[in-house]
């Protein structure tokens, strides 16, 4: 189940204003193909945009196991009313 959101923090954000354009435009069409298809990209190239993306996915999927977590225990809270 995915709730159709995710966050981007404000830590991410100071991060990314460091990139150049080429560089923010990169690594937001990765978190996009992450979040939609769940694919990582390999910045093996540039050191700087692996590990902003390993952070902001981390984020993201730490995110989403929480969403899951909560749903599941209104699930199972409900089950006992």
Same mark, same amino acid.
């Given at each position: 189940?995915?709730k ?24 937001? !069409? ?10 990582t ?7 700087a ?24 225990? !209104?699930?199972q809270?409900?089950?006992? !009313?």
């Open positions: 189940m995915n159709g959101t995710f966050i981007l923090y404000d830590i991410d954000l100071e991060s990314i204003t460091y990139l150049n354009d080429m560089q923010i435009a990169k690594l937001f !069409r990765a978190i996009i193909k992450y979040r939609l298809k769940g694919e990209t390999n910045f093996s190239d540039d050191a945009l692996k590990i902003l993306f390993h952070q902001i996915t981390e984020h993201i999927s730490l995110n989403e196991k929480k969403y899951k977590a909560t749903c599941e225990k !209104r699930t809270a409900a089950k006992k !009313r």
